[in-house]
């Protein structure tokens, strides 16, 4: 079930916010869990059971754990080990079996011995809830927090339905708190009510109609690949995957204090970025810290001098490309950004900064690699990939432009406009300007999110009419 | 005043929810969408078996999609979105001068396993393909001494490109490419792109604006240039032996794909001559043979329906033979046409039927009628017409596997 349906927005979360409403406050855990147990069940039945495996060994881990990390931590640690061998190992199995059977199966005496396991399935969520899962058994190690006794308040913040299926990857520590104690209010809810609103309007308004259109001229490119599509496409797709995936962060966020939790930020208007540096702590931010928290300073960070700082970001890069999915071009887009990381690390960020021109040089350098690696991102295959990237620079092209591509720029011209600025904090702090100068314009925020709602849902609505034409015999 | 704002914001967000969430339940469901043309999912079956292999989910999911309350009024408002974005077209269909509608996209075919979908372009090779199937069919017949028209019908998009900004390089190519290999091949093929073209700039309603299909008078000029094309100039029926009868509020299939609420309805005209009641037509089910239609053309029934224009010749069949019953009484023999077609010659048949019995296969039916040399030899035809929709040789085989 995604936000953006109308069993979701109509049926599943009005039940919910009754049920979690009407029930004390003690209860109120018991209830997310139950809920978000339904959530997830009701697209994944028989995967329950697998996410309830994860949450029982993180939790039964996590009383020696908490016990020993000072009394005894070698025993500690041989408690920690167990829990991430075993949920990382739940990972590796569902995601990436088939990925190494296929690429194994390529050397010719593995061939016939080796055949990808069928029916094998990933597991909705299960990057997110596996990253959140670590980061308990890791920081209850650390001593950075205390042990969950309670199974029904663990098994909520793991499985806890606004970010289960999309993120932000939300550390234990940062709401240990909010498992016992948060705060419910109008205001609170409120705040939640127009933070999904404007996910749901960037993920439906703007990002789907950006696929829509890329969707279009993935197709035209295979016939008469032109420059301008190349652009186009590389355009319409970093717009569409900053939208979707904000858009659904900026759910997760509203519908979390909707029910009174906050979670972190985890964009940033990355497309602001100076550099890739600096993309990369706009874009993601929950996953982007992660990586740098419990993998990249645990290897030794930038402490141990340059080469091993090199050889600690090849390997956050390789796990970053390969946690997107099991295949070749998540590798690749990995490896991408660690070389172009290392180069700005060796001598870019400095000439970057060096004074005006030289910045805006930085931002159309990663705009421009951004856009590229998004090509990488999405096509799994290569050649499909770097055909792209070449025909922005004429590279296997027909032409500069189509009269049929011209046409679709311009009819798509309003939308590229609007997403540009919505990529931007201008209409944020447009609106926060107003209210603040003028408070009588308040008035506009129910106006305006009702308006983005109603639109909202027409568009997901209209998604799903389909005439049956079949009388175009 | 921020908090009553928070509260106003809260109070908009849960009525709405709540509002609609509740409507859904307490409006009674549907089970067909006639502007869909489709059924409608129902509850589901609440079984264990349904819920593990994920059925129940993707059918729960479709029954809150289709049932939900005033589905056809946020579809409208997502038109109203779209065209106030400047996009000029929803869903794939074009919004022109007029109300004017074209459909833009097509899933272009590239083989039997393969579709470039939802695009404006087409497979040059597929194309050359049913037009070599074409010439191949020429050859064929005419050395069984039968003489083929071929007459592939513009798309909407095609005749009424001036009605839109979208460029008409690729409308113009295809039918360079259909004149220049049919007739450098000298088949018989009637042209009619610049006559509706010109016709429909001077303001001659020959192609239905909410629909794909040609209008009544398309269909009659359709018919007089393929009577030209056989020399038979002066059997033409002039428009004026017919009586016009005018079936308003029409909207088609391209009206019903891009969901758009504010277009003014197309009218469907039926014309109509005194002696309408000396045809029928019959269809072949096996080795019986039904009345479809007992007197005249049109199937009565289809004028009150949202889909009207299958009123011509009673809609889909796969083969039907349109005779001249009391011509047939007398023992009064007839030429013989043989109609190879898809819709586009439905409404086409009225005017052809004076002039001979015909029987007409379907081309994108389920039975499969391209071996059209054979059809000729069993029931003794001495002509074959080819009516095809260029959206046809574009998305399917149905021409390619013609002989």
């Not at chain 1, 979390?256 to 906050?262: K, L, N, S, V």
């Not at chain 1, 106006?447 to 175009?472: D, E, K, N, Q, R």
């Not at chain 2, 109300?99 to 833009?104: I, M």
Request: glycine share 8%; aromatic share 14%.
């Amino acid at each position: 079930m995604v936000f953006s349906s109308t069993i979701f927005l109509f049926g599943f979360l009005p039940l919910s916010l009754l049920i979690y409403y009407v029930m004390p406050l003690k209860g109120r855990n018991l209830v997310l869990f139950l809920l978000s147990m339904a959530f997830y069940g009701f697209g994944e039945p028989t995967y329950i059971l697998v996410m309830l495996f994860s949450i029982t060994v993180a939790y039964l881990t996590g009383f020696p754990i908490g016990k020993y990390r000072e009394s005894n931590p070698k025993r500690a640690k041989a408690w920690l080990i167990l829990s991430v061998c075993l949920n990382l190992g739940m990972l590796l199995f569902f995601k990436y079996t088939n990925f190494f059977i296929e690429n194994l199966a390529l050397i010719p005496p593995l061939a016939e011995v080796l055949q990808p396991m069928e029916g094998l399935t990933l597991p909705i969520g299960i990057s997110f809830y596996t990253f959140q899962i670590l980061s308990y058994s890791i920081d209850l190690y650390r001593g950075s927090t205390d042990t969950q006794r309670s199974y029904i308040s663990f098994g909520a913040y793991v499985a806890l339905f606004p970010q289960l299926i999309a993120g932000p990857i939300v550390r234990y520590r940062d709401v240990d708190d909010q498992l016992i104690t948060r705060r419910h209010s109008v205001d609170k809810f409120s705040s939640g009510v127009s933070r999904f609103t404007v996910g749901f309007a960037k993920k439906i308004l703007l990002g789907d109609s950006l696929a829509a259109v890329y969707a279009y001229l993935g197709t035209v490119y295979t016939v008469e690949p032109t420059t301008l599509t190349a652009w186009l496409m590389v355009l319409c797709y970093t717009l569409h995957i900053y939208f979707d995936f904000s858009g659904y962060s900026d759910m997760a966020i509203g519908l979390g204090r909707m029910i009174g939790f906050e979670f972190l930020e985890n964009f940033n208007y990355p497309y602001l970025a100076s550099s890739i540096t600096d993309f990369w702590r706009r874009w993601h931010v929950s996953l982007s810290s992660w990586f740098r928290e419990y993998v990249y300073i645990p290897l030794g960070g930038n402490r141990k001098g340059l080469p091993r700082q090199f050889f600690n970001m090849g390997v956050v890069w390789l796990l970053t490309g390969f946690w997107h999915g099991a295949s070749w071009n998540f590798v690749l887009w990995g490896v991408f950004y660690f070389i172009i990381l290392a180069l700005e690390k060796v001598f870019l960020l400095k000439w970057f900064d060096k004074n005006t021109a030289t910045r805006t040089l930085g931002h159309i350098w990663a705009l421009l690699l951004v856009g590229m690696g998004w090509m990488i991102f999405d096509h799994t295959t290569l050649s499909e990939a770097f055909s792209v990237i070449g025909g922005l620079f004429g590279i296997g092209t027909a032409g500069f432009a189509s009269a049929t591509v011209g046409y679709e720029l311009l009819r798509a011209l309003p939308l590229l406009a609007v997403s540009v600025i919505a990529a931007t904090p201008f209409p944020a702090k447009l609106l926060a300007g107003l209210e603040t100068s003028r408070p009588r314009w308040t008035v506009l925020r129910p106006v305006l999110i009702g308006f983005a709602l109603l639109l909202s849902v027409a568009y997901m609505v209209s998604g799903t009419f389909s005439p049956f034409l079949y009388f175009i015999f | 005043m921020k908090r009553k704002i928070n509260i106003t914001v809260t109070a908009l967000f849960l009525a709405l929810i709540f509002g609609f969430g509740t409507a859904f339940w307490i409006v009674p469901d549907l089970t067909f969408s006639p502007e869909e043309n489709r059924s409608l999912q129902t509850f589901p079956d609440l079984t264990a078996e349904n819920w593990l292999d994920g059925k129940i989910s993707a059918q729960l999911i479709d029954y809150y999609s289709d049932q939900f309350p005033l589905r056809h009024m946020w579809v409208g408002l997502h038109a109203v979105g779209e065209l106030g974005a400047l996009r000029g077209e929803c869903n794939g269909v074009l919004v022109g001068k007029n109300g004017q509608l074209a459909v833009r996209r097509f899933d272009a075919y590239l083989s039997r396993f393969e579709r470039l979908e939802n695009t404006d372009y087409y497979s040059p090779a597929h194309v050359e393909k049913g037009l070599n199937a074409l010439i191949a069919l020429d050859e064929t017949l005419s050395a069984q001494r039968i003489p083929l028209c071929v007459l592939l019908a513009p798309r909407t998009i095609d005749v009424t490109i001036g009605d839109f900004a979208y460029p008409s390089d690729i409308s113009d190519g295809l039918d360079e490419t259909i004149r220049t290999t049919l007739s450098g091949a000298h088949v018989n093929s009637v042209e009619l792109l610049s006559t509706f073209r010109e016709l429909h700039q001077a303001g001659e309603y020959v192609y239905y604006r909410t629909d794909h299909h040609w209008t009544t008078q398309g269909a009659y000029t359709a018919y007089t240039a393929v009577m030209e094309s056989w020399g038979m100039q002066d059997q033409i029926l002039p428009a004026e032996a017919f009586a016009v009868k005018q079936i308003p509020a029409f909207y088609g299939t391209t009206h019903a794909r891009a969901g758009l609420a504010f277009i003014p309805p197309d009218t469907l005209e039926i014309w109509e001559a005194a002696d309408d009641s000396r045809y029928t037509v019959l269809e072949r089910k096996g080795d019986e043979l039904r009345a479809v239609i007992e007197s005249g053309f049109i199937s009565e029934k289809y004028l009150t329906e949202k889909d009207k224009y299958s009123a011509f010749l009673d809609g889909t069949h796969d083969l039907l033979f349109i005779l001249d019953k009391e011509a047939a009484a007398q023992g009064e023999s007839r030429p013989r046409l043989l109609l190879a077609k898809d819709s586009f010659a439905n409404s086409m048949v009225p005017f052809l039927a004076r002039h001979f019995d015909i029987l007409m296969v379907n081309l994108t039916g389920n039975t499969d009628y391209t071996h059209l040399s054979a059809l000729c030899e069993e029931y003794a035809c001495g002509r074959v017409l080819v009516v095809c929709n260029r959206e046809n040789l574009i998305t399917s085989d149905c021409l390619t596997r013609l002989h």
